[in-house]
């Protein structure tokens, strides 16, 4: 298992445990929207920021490889879907872990939807995808969201409770899912999940200060990091923005001292646009 654990710190910050990872794989999904319509310059606007790992397909692996600058991991997700299916919760597999590996992944990643009326190919893609994943000693993120008529609210802590676990139960390394509103109810969340949880950004919020209080929030309940895209991409300044998720995330900031941090670069660059 040493493969794997060379490769989580390729992922993870080996110092704090935790993570800032960045997805960048919304092309698919949704097409080339603002924030990555030029990926390599996305990725290092989030670099230089402090991005422990970004997450993309595998045809953009060369798009955005940067040959310069400092070094992030790769997670190569596995699964997709489109907006304009009519099916857009039903996940496929798009790329194996052996292809993953040969574009130099770190980790892969799968998305699943549980509630959704095919669940069941998922769920079966996901089993086969950890097996795999184990056999070659890669990390796997797998992002678990409650979506379906079954589901009344995709942010109730006991539909997350289960999708947590779900993840960890099927061989999962990490397991993303969404914030379920307060520190209380996500550390019931964690705490019945034994492998690493990260959050999701969803989607993009009303100010940097919500943003800020989310990933604060938790960190508290025993988060072990983040998986944010469009409020980190779509941001004004996405370099200062993964920085100050990052002080939460790995110096344990305040909400205040991380706005403070963000604001500061914000303002002054109000003012040289004002002068100029």
Not at 125 to 138: K, N, T, Y
Not at 257 to 265: G, K, T
């Amino acid at each position: 298992m040493i493969g794997k654990h060379i490769r989580m710190e390729r992922i993870i910050d080996r110092n704090t445990n935790k993570t800032v990872i960045v997805p960048m794989d919304h092309g698919v999904s949704s097409g080339p929207i603002d924030g990555i319509v030029d990926l390599r310059d996305a990725i290092d606007k989030v670099v230089r920021g402090g991005a422990n790992a970004i997450v993309e397909h595998k045809g953009m692996v060369g798009a955005g490889h940067r040959r310069s600058g400092k070094d992030v991991g790769l997670i190569i997700h596995l699964s997709a879907s489109t907006s304009l299916s009519p099916y857009p919760n039903t996940k496929t597999m798009v790329c194996t872990v052996e292809e993953a590996l040969r574009l130099g992944a770190d980790a892969v990643s799968i998305h699943v939807n549980i509630g959704d009326d095919r669940e069941r190919q998922m769920l079966n893609d996901f089993g086969l995808v950890s097996r795999r994943a184990r056999e070659w000693g890669i990390p796997l993120l797998a992002m678990i969201y409650p979506r379906g008529d079954k589901i009344a609210n995709e942010y109730d802590p006991k539909v997350l409770k289960h999708a947590a676990r779900l993840g960890a139960e099927l061989g999962a390394d990490l397991v993303k899912i969404s914030y379920s509103g307060s520190v209380e109810s996500f550390r019931d969340v964690v705490l019945g999940c034994p492998v690493p949880v990260v959050i999701a950004g969803g989607e993009k919020m009303e100010s940097d200060k919500e943003i800020l209080q989310v990933v604060r929030g938790a960190m508290d309940a025993g988060g072990k990091g983040v998986s944010i895209g469009r409020n980190v991409f779509q941001h004004t300044d996405p370099t200062r923005m993964v920085g100050a998720i990052s002080m939460i995330v790995h110096e344990n900031a305040s909400v205040e001292e991380a706005s403070a941090f963000l604001n500061s670069n914000l303002l002054a660059s109000e003012r040289r646009e004002s002068t100029e």
